[in-house]
């Protein structure tokens, strides 16, 4: 959580006219299980999903972060 919140406040940054300033509205993170170094990580029961809603134009409308658990048939 530490790093990616640091990244994304650091992205942000950079990306600022001169003056500006940020805060974050939201931070979330959905910890699922350890990754050992060397791993390659994959989903099998949870899934976490975002959506990114745009107009036709481009303009971002909405995100959305899903968490999503695999039920068995």
Do not use: H, Y
């Amino acid at each position: 959580m530490a790093f990616t919140d640091t990244l994304g406040g650091t992205a942000m940054l950079v990306n600022l006219e001169n003056g500006g300033c940020t805060t974050a509205i939201e931070s979330k993170t959905n910890s699922l299980a350890a990754m050992p170094d060397g791993i390659r990580v994959i989903g099998k029961t949870t899934m976490v999903w975002k959506t990114r809603v745009k107009s036709e134009n481009g303009k971002l409308c909405a995100a959305v972060i899903q968490t999503q658990m695999v039920l068995p048939a």
